[in-house]
């Protein structure tokens, strides 16, 4: 009678500390690592951003204007003699404008997911900051991405993910020397 007792007590027993434990996703594979796709899961972010643009303006405008006008007096009133009016206006402006702008970033950042979406997207958030000396430079990333575009090793290319906001900062004494000064600053607000 005992031994019939045992068992079920054992049974739930187990199965009690089977549900206690937190639910932990194993690999597919004795062979494979465990890729994240968990909230709290850090993800590797391999920046390789490159963006190049460039615009070209040009004008040119003419304007021409002239009027003439002459009288000659004959009969009774020769002694107004002749008079004549000529005026001419005439304008011309010639203007071209051109700006490019290249910028590149690369490196790597540790992002982790912050939310799980609809349509296995993941949202991730990361930021970065290094001091070397005195010069801190932060990198902040924010985006989506698919599930499946995270490779077996945790990484994702910075490509990959959509809606991303990726800024790079810099503070300390070259930043600093980069920034016009206070006359240049005021000089051209006035023109």
Do not use: C
Not at 27 to 48: E, W, Y
Not at 95 to 108: A, H, P, V
Not at 131 to 141: P, R
Not at 157 to 186: C, E, H, M, N, W
Request: hydrophobic fraction near 40%; charge should be neutral.
């Amino acid at each position: 009678m005992q031994a019939k007792l045992i068992v079920p007590i054992l049974f739930l027993l187990v199965a009690a500390m089977a549900y206690a434990q937190p639910a932990v996703v194993m690999p597919a594979s004795l062979f494979s690592d465990r890729k994240a796709i968990q909230i709290g899961d850090v993800v590797t972010i391999l920046l390789m951003e490159y963006s190049a643009g460039s615009n070209e303006a040009s004008t040119n405008t003419g304007l021409e204007h002239s009027l003439e006008a002459s009288s000659g007096a004959t009969g009774g009133a020769d002694f107004l003699g002749s008079f004549g009016l000529k005026t001419g206006i005439a304008s011309d402006q010639k203007s071209n404008g051109n700006t490019s702008r290249q910028g590149s970033l690369r490196g790597k950042l540790s992002a982790r997911i912050v939310e799980m979406l609809p349509n296995d997207q993941l949202k991730l958030e990361g930021q970065r900051k290094v001091v070397i000396n005195g010069e801190e430079q932060t990198t902040v990333l924010s985006g989506v991405v698919r599930r499946t575009d995270i490779l077996s090793d945790n990484t994702v290319f910075s490509y990959l993910i959509s809606d991303a906001t990726i800024s790079f900062k810099g503070r300390g004494v070259v930043d600093q020397a980069s920034k016009p000064g206070y006359i240049s600053r005021f000089i051209n607000w006035l023109f």
